[in-house]
């Protein structure tokens, strides 16, 4: 029981972080119908921002969150505007392998820079935790970090694409892109602000992957960047509740896979889950099954 | 299709003349080493680039996971020859059926997936067959495979290249290539004509895993030393950029991206701290200049010409 419940906490930390990279991967492929491959890796750089942010300019936690958030966001739309935005009419396969030499681009640049070894993430928040049951739960302030700040972020995304102009712009482009566009919609404007809003999920998963394993490396973003996928797609690719029903439930499945023994298999599982959903469900579990018309 | 005619005899004289010529250039030591592991590692990634293209270019299955087949072949190779101690013959062929019968069963379930869908479970097979190779011990988990006997040497790698340009193309030309080049044209047209959609996808599957596993025992048989992480998404990313930037649809196309491929990543090994950068540019530029590839889905005079003699269409 105990150990349920302490796994339960590293299963949402996880899933927190997961959701969030997932979030910006759904809402791209929602609207232009991209797997931005290069989504992991701006996560990957978030991270770094963030290092250096608190190790050299000895920012606390949130300030260095909301610049690292600024400044993804920002790279999220230069990304766009130089590398997806000239091939928008081009074919799947070429925006693919474009997203992918976008991808490479960022891990060897980082690599380039900052060497290819491992950096420790300076402690920013202090180091207490809360036990409960008699000591047998312990649950880290870094975890109700996260998990708060996921929260207040998945708050703030909806509030955006629920009740504002750009939000409802983004869901009509993301519906039909020709008929928003008659509609008098800058679709331009929209995509680039999808970016920017992905971007910065990413860039604030980053810095909490930081502050959480305290580890980061020019190739983190590989990984969590195709779990998140796989989030994604799990949730049902496009949906916002989608992305972070996907990202929970992965994170919860990875941990509990861990526990008991399959820590090797972790990754394996991950897979395996998104191939069966994929035969199962390919809308995946929140999505609608369209017909296909002639 | 008749094999001998005149301008087939040219092109089997070409194709041995240019054999001999790199045998003697190699066995009189005018061409070194270093040049023969870089000729072999081309005629893998043409074997690799032609398979992926039957899949992705001609039959317009979206695969990102075809280094899984490469490897499976590879490690099949690796303990027919090493620890069977069984002829290299045996083991390159068992490769390919390994990896073939792979391809089937992964192709059944996953080829009713379309596009992006089908990308990601591929995607997702690859990375599954990666972890199971690391945590087997019996082939090496992530220490790798020692020890497998050198038997690939140019003749070996110029011959399966040939098998497999010969091999493409003939099936391309049946009625079961074009049975798939109708497939990737329009997938519920062929289906209305009579095509047997599922089928045929999982033979051009099945077929160019066949030659992703030979590709796996040539690179196994060549370098003693195998392991899982050779064969990670990243390899399939590299095939993959291979069979665009030759051509979707080209086999003319797949030998020409391997070999200029090859020879740019050859060049940028002298800055080698740079060199991905400049990979990614490079990658980059093609989309962005060049998207459908250098050849398109053209083939050059030679290739086409016996196209032609046997009435076929071409790509289009």
């Keep these: ?80 505007k130089v590398a997806y935005k000239p091939l928008r009419k081009s074919t799947r396969i070429t925006a693919l392998i474009t997203a992918i030499s976008v991808s490479l681009f960022l891990q060897y640049t ?8 491992t950096r420790t993430f300076p402690m920013v928040l202090e180091n207490r935790s809360l036990s409960f049951l008699n000591g047998s739960v312990v649950m880290d302030i870094k975890n109700i970090y996260i998990l708060m700040i996921t929260l207040m972020l998945m708050a703030a995304l909806q509030f955006i694409v629920r009740k504002t102009r750009m939000g409802k712009a983004m869901r009509a482009t993301s519906f039909d892109m020709e008929a928003a566009q008659l509609m008098g919609i800058n679709v331009d404007k929209v995509i680039s602000f999808t970016f920017a809003i992905g971007s910065a999920l990413a860039g604030a998963a980053g810095v909490l992957v930081g502050i959480y394993y305290n580890t980061i490396n020019p190739l983190m973003g590989s990984l969590p960047g195709l779990k998140a996928f796989v989030a994604a797609v799990l949730g049902g690719i496009g949906l916002i509740p989608g992305a972070v029903l996907g990202g929970f439930s992965l994170g919860m499945i990875e941990t509990i896979v861990s526990a008991n023994g399959g820590s090797i298999f972790k990754d394996a599982v991950a897979f395996l889950i998104l191939i069966v959903v994929l035969l199962l469900r390919p809308n995946g579990l929140l999505g609608k099954t369209t017909k296909e018309k002639v | 299709m008749r094999v001998f005619n005149k301008g087939s005899i040219f092109k089997y004289i070409g194709i041995i003349l240019f054999y001999a010529i790199f045998q003697v250039l190699l066995s009189t030591g005018v061409l070194d080493d270093y040049i023969e592991l870089n000729i072999i590692l081309i005629c893998i990634n043409i074997i690799l680039a032609l398979g992926l293209n039957l899949i992705t270019g001609f039959t317009g299955q979206f695969s990102l996971g075809h280094a899984a087949f490469m490897s499976i072949g590879a490690y099949t190779s690796a303990i027919v020859t090493a620890k069977l101690g069984l002829p290299f013959f045996v083991g390159i062929m ?18 009713r997936l379309k596009g992006d869908y089908l990308a990601i479970a591929t995607l997702g097979f690859g990375e599954i067959v990666k972890i199971l190779a690391l945590n087997i011990d019996y082939i090496g988990g992530a220490i790798g495979f020692n020890d497998i006997p050198q038997y690939t040497n140019w003749t070996w790698a110029y011959g399966m290249t040939v098998l497999a340009v010969v091999l493409i193309k003939n099936f391309l030309n049946s009625y079961k290539g074009r049975a798939c080049i109708a497939i990737r044209e329009d997938e519920i047209a062929a289906e209305a004509m009579g095509v047997n959609t599922t089928f045929y996808k999982v033979l051009a599957f099945a077929i160019g895993a066949f030659f992703a596993g030979i ?10 030393f195998i392991k899982p992480d050779s064969f990670n998404f990243m390899k399939s990313i590299d095939i993959l950029v291979i069979v665009v930037f030759g051509g979707l649809g080209s086999i003319a196309g797949s030998i020409i991206g391997a070999i200029v491929l090859s020879v740019i990543s ?45 009435g076929s269409v071409k790509g289009q």
């Design chain 2, 94 to 111: 068992l490769s390919g059926i390994t990896a073939a019968l792979a391809g089937i069963v992964i192709g059944i379930p996953t080829l």
């Design chain 1, 110 to 117: 980082m690599m380039y820079f900052t060497g290819p070894q």
């Design chain 1, 1 to 80: 029981m105990e150990q349920a419940i302490q796994q339960l906490i590293n299963g949402i930390s996880l899933g927190s972080i997961y959701a969030l990279i997932a979030l910006g991967y759904t809402m791209v492929y929602g609207i232009i119908n991209l797997i931005n491959f290069a989504h992991g890796d701006i996560y990957m750089v978030g991270a770094y921002i963030g290092f250096a942010l608190t190790t050299f300019f000895n920012l606390g936690f949130f300030p260095s969150l909301l610049i690292s958030m600024a400044l993804t966001s920002l790279i999220g739309v230069v990304i766009e």
């Design chain 2, 215 to 224: 590709a796996g025992s040539l690179y196994a048989n060549y370098f003693y």
């Design chain 2, 266 to 310: 050859l060049l940028l090994q002298s800055v080698s701290d740079l060199r991905m950068i400049v990979y990614a540019l490079v990658l980059f530029g093609i989309m962005l200049f060049r998207p459908a590839g250098l050849m398109g889905n053209q083939e050059f005079k030679i290739f086409k010409k016996g196209a032609d003699a046997n």
